[in-house]
């Protein structure tokens, strides 16, 4: 992020986000400002409810299907 060179642009609020492209599946995720206004979550659950809420039946099943090793 750069910081602005104008001293009012400086002086405005700003809020930073941090994004994980591949963060830990075990994690649990709550919300920053300690309030409960949305349940913890682990990364695992919430990846998968994102994908599943997008995805039809046939897929569904190819995404819970277990992963076979490889070695």
Excluded: H, Q
């Amino acid at each position: 992020m750069m910081i602005p060179e104008d001293e009012c642009e400086r002086l405005k609020v700003r809020r930073s986000l941090v994004f994980f492209a591949c963060p830990d599946r075990d994690v649990t995720i709550t919300c920053v400002d300690g309030s409960n206004k949305y349940p913890p979550v682990s990364v695992a659950k919430y990846r998968y409810d994102d994908t599943v809420a997008f995805v039809d039946e046939p897929a569904r099943k190819i995404i819970l299907a277990p992963a076979s090793r490889v070695n």
